[in-house]
Nanobody, 127 residues
Framework: QAQPGESGGRSVQAGGSLTLSCTYPIPGGIRDNGCLAWFRQATGLEREGVAR????????FYADSVKGRFTISMDNAKNTFYLRMDSLKPEDTAMYYCAAAKVYCPVLTSTDGYASWGQGTQVTVSS
């Protein structure tokens, strides 16, 4: 079984694509109203929410900065979820973290309500 945490980050050129993966720990499970989410943190900046997906119905929400370019998805059978990133821009450069909220879906404007468990995966987009 894969270790919990993020993977898939690397250096790419602007306009390129990447898919990040996150394997999440299962103790206690995540309820249908809970969410899986991706956050990112650029050097010198606060961690910001990027996307979230609700377990029960797959409803998604994206930050305005990535809407139309990023896609979050999940594979519950593998305890894994993904972030497909297209049309990458230099401003997408950051450490990306996955997180989960077990009982409900907090807004992405802060990390409150979310627990993360990985070390992050670095995405670097060059112009």
């Amino acid at each position: 079984q894969a270790q919990p945490g993020e993977s898939g980050g690397r250096s790419v050129q602007a306009g390129g694509s990447l898919t990040l993966s996150c394997t999440y720990p299962i103790p206690g499970g995540i309820r249908d109203n809970g969410c899986l989410a991706w956050f990112r943190q650029a050097t010198g900046l606060e961690r910001e929410g990027v996307a979230r997906i609700r377990i029960g119905d797959g409803a998604t929400f994206y930050a305005d900065s990535v809407k139309g370019r990023f896609t979050i998805s999940m594979d519950n059978a593998k305890n894994t979820f993904y972030l497909r990133m297209d049309s990458l821009k230099p401003e997408d450069t950051a450490m990306y973290y996955c997180a989960a909220a077990k009982v409900y879906c907090p807004v992405l404007t802060s990390t409150d309500g979310y627990a993360s468990w990985g070390q992050g995966t670095q995405v670097t987009v060059s112009s």
